[in-house]
């Protein structure tokens, strides 16, 4: 073969080479794209599978900080005694045992909630600790009472952890 029968033999085969990468490429990108719309598609649908479920989380949570709130937490759980101790204790134990039965539902909230939820909750039980130990109080219905006084000044700690399930929740939607 001489070089002339090559370069015809190149010629001749150049366009059958450019065609077969040109399909190549476009076939690539047809996978690819169809990969993309699936994967597309599953996330949808589970979002739209896991969506109740993740409101059904945020709606528990933003009734455990209703119910620590502490204007509604006084009202709902009375001392048993005079002692301003058992009823801090009584206090505290309420905000746990709440905590505790929804425990689970940081599973369907994010991270930055969960904390902010934690937050709000460990600064509600040293609300009820710094008023505890103010010399004024002296009996269950006075810790009550500073409490109270105490929540005029301020807004409380549930606040912040409803007005952040809000934010989070609108997102969703």
């Known amino acids: 073969m001489d070089i002339d029968q090559i370069t015809d033999v ?3 085969l150049l366009p059958a080479v450019l065609v077969a990468a040109i399909a190549i490429f476009f076939f690539k990108q047809f996978v690819d794209n169809e990969q993309r719309r699936r994967r597309f598609l599953i996330q949808k649908d ?16 933003t009734l455990f900080l209703e119910r620590i709130s502490p204007t509604k937490l006084l ?3 009375n ?16 905000i746990e045992q709440e905590f505790d ?7 369907y909230v994010t991270d930055e909630c969960w904390s902010v939820i934690t937050a709000s909750k ?9 008023a505890n130990m103010q010399e004024k109080t002296d009996s269950a219905d006075k810790l009550r ?4 006084t105490d929540l ?8 912040t952890g409803l007005s952040y399930i809000r934010q989070e929740v609108s997102q969703l939607l």
Do not use: F, G
């Open 122 to 130: 460990n600064a509600t039980i040293q609300l009820i600790r710094k």
């Open 46 to 61: 589970l979002k739209k599978e896991s969506l109740p479920v993740r409101l059904q989380a945020y709606e528990r949570m």
């Open 152 to 159: 005029m000044d301020k807004q409380a700690p549930s606040n």
């Open 10 to 12: 190149l010629i001749n």
């Open 101 to 107: 039965h929804n425990l689970s539902q940081q599973i």
């Open 145 to 148: 009472e500073v409490i109270l």
């Open 75 to 77: 009202t709902r759980v």
């Open 79 to 94: 001392p048993t005694s005079s002692n301003k101790e058992d009823y801090e204790a009584l206090l505290i134990a309420n």
